[in-house]
């Protein structure tokens, strides 16, 4: 790349470039999304601490599945032809700007769905055609500069074009609430299916062990919103009755679950199988928008306990702690399905430990009927991804190894 980023042609990254990792720039793109999870967990959660869990599933689904693709779009495009100069790094600007703008539209739209009449999503939609214009002028410059591809990036181009002019629609048009939600499920599915045909076209030179380290860079970075829902939880107590045993539980109980997480996730195999099988990439590549959103949903649930301790809420401790045990039920299923989609085998072992985990969850809702404190159910709750650890440090790894070994046979 040129050390004074003038204008080069988006011809294509080598998809076995050697060391290849993330660059600067799309570390910073990430810390657009860091607002992004914020805002949406932050709305989620106040509608959940006043009782209104369905206003606040309903919210949060859709603002996670748009920053979550926001987030898709933009970083396999960038995996595939991010030559890092002048016009790729304003491009990414307008595309943070679109994020940004996007998670100021939060709040007006979670409180349309609250109030129930119509629909206030025009600032979320504003973020995204602005993301949506810095797609389509990308993908028209990889047509112009990647023959061998053209077909596909025009394929892209055009169909993002088309939906966009929905956007637009969806922007000026004032809907109620049932028809403002199927016009955005509408095109949310039709945008899904975009890199679907057009990848048929010609696939794009995605890199394989670069495109997996991304995608736990952003599950590392959604799961700050579960260390920020502890330090809500653990503030909550301190306020109320000062640094205690309570405290120290909440933040011990917090800060172990994000860690027990991170290191789950991290036992998936993604970049060695992808490079094998690229065909896979769709599969797994989707079904992380479960996932993040599921970290994410852990955050609000901490954020919950929080009102709940600091007694805001209208809600109580069991319904608090079942907001943090849901999404981290949804976290484990997740990588249940993730791990089997990627290695196309069914290991006995890997679900054993999966409803291991869920009993553990169990016994932490068990607990706070029973009378137990948030800060003891908490401590509860985070055993359960510490079940898959140990399970897979003491005997997973070997299953795991056992089936990289025969992939690779079969290659």
């Known amino acids: 790349m040129s050390l004074n980023h003038s204008l080069t042609r988006m011809v294509g990254r080598d998809p076995h470039q050697h060391h290849r ?16 999870f914020s805002q949406a967990g932050t709305q989620a959660a106040h509608l959940l601490e006043l009782g209104h869990l369905g206003n606040a599933v309903i919210g949060f689904i859709v603002a ?34 679109g994020v940004l703008i996007m998670a100021l539209g939060f709040p007006s739209f979670f409180h349309s769905i609250e109030e129930g009449v119509y629909l206030d999503n025009s600032i979320m939609i504003a973020g995204y055609i602005v993301m949506r214009v810095s797609a389509i002028a990308l993908w028209l410059r990889v047509a112009s500069h990647d023959p061998q591809r053209r077909r596909t990036a025009m394929t892209y181009a055009i169909g993002l074009a088309i939906v966009q002019m929905g956007w637009v629609v969806v922007f000026f048009a004032r809907q109620s609430i049932v028809v403002g939600l199927t016009f955005m499920v509408v095109l949310g599915v039709l945008e899904m299916l975009i890199p679907v045909f057009a990848e048929r076209r010609g696939e794009t030179p995605w890199h394989p062990h670069h495109i997996a380290e991304r995608y736990g860079l952003i599950v590392i970075i959604t799961l700050g919103e579960v260390l920020l829902g502890t330090i809500l939880a653990v503030s909550a ?38 490079h094998r099988h690229r065909e896979r990439a769709f599969g797994w590549g989707y079904g992380h928008m479960l996932l993040l959103a599921s970290i994410a949903g852990v955050g609000a649930g901490l954020h919950v306990a929080a009102y709940v301790i600091s007694d805001e809420a209208h809600v109580d401790a069991t319904f608090a702690l079942l907001c943090v045990a849901v999404p981290v039920l949804v976290f484990e299923f997740s990588l249940l399905a993730l791990y089997t989609l990627l290695v196309r085998e069914f290991d ?26 948030i800060g003891v159910a908490l401590v509860i709750l985070a055993c359960s991804p510490i079940v898959i650890v140990v399970g897979y440090e003491l005997v997973g790894h070997r299953h795991e190894m056992d089936v990289l070994q025969r992939d690779a046979a079969r290659g």
């Open 21 to 36: 990792s993330a660059t600067p720039l799309e570390l910073l793109f990430d810390l657009t999304f860091v607002i992004a």
């Open 64 to 97: 996670m599945f748009a920053t979550t693709w926001a987030w898709i779009n933009y970083s396999w495009l960038a995996s595939a032809y991010d030559n890092d100069d002048i016009f790729f790094r304003v491009a990414t600007l307008v595309q943070m700007v």
């Open 237 to 274: 107590v301190v306020e109320s009755e000062g640094w205690s045993i309570q405290a120290v539980l909440v933040a011990f109980g917090g800060t172990v679950l994000a860690f027990a997480m991170w290191w789950v996730y991290f036992v998936l195999p993604s970049g060695q199988i992808l």
């Open 348 to 373: 006995p072992f890997h679900f054993w430990l999966f409803l291991g985990s869920v009993g553990v969850l169990g016994v932490s809702v068990i607990a706070v009927l029973s009378g137990a404190t």
